[in-house]
């Protein structure tokens, strides 16, 4: 199975100012979310969307710019960062709204991206 980029995420402590930054720099539209924070449409039919969220203290990463690479099996794919020297940070927990499974991880040198089973 291929694993293609399918969303990415932006997050910080002061998720309330990203929102206007990020639509007023790039003209997106983006809309408030109960579970998943800020829903991000960039407006284009290229590339991905994503969302926008909070960080809090007991998250364990802050700000950071992820992205989410999808896998057909999410706990296979857990297993091979670990056996691959990354280090798995969240999850797989189950998305709001039933819409999947996520995983976040860091790899050897400290970049954090994510993993998602439909």
Do not use: R
Request: charged residues 20%; contains cysteine; hydrophobic residues 30%.
């Amino acid at each position: 199975m291929p694993n293609p980029v399918t969303i990415f995420e932006i997050a910080g402590k002061k998720e309330d100012s990203l929102p206007d930054f990020y639509g007023s720099l790039f003209e997106w539209k983006i809309n408030q979310d109960e579970d998943c924070g800020n829903q991000v449409d960039t407006g284009s039919d290229q590339g991905i969307n994503g969302h926008i969220v909070e960080t809090t203290d007991e998250m364990p990463i802050t700000n950071h710019v992820t992205f989410y690479i999808q896998v057909d099996d999410i706990h296979e794919y857990v297993k091979k960062v670990e056996s691959n020297g990354g280090k798995v940070i969240m999850g797989p927990m189950s998305v709001p709204q039933g819409e999947g499974t996520f995983a976040m991880f860091l790899d050897p040198c400290g970049n954090c991206l994510g993993l998602f089973q439909s």
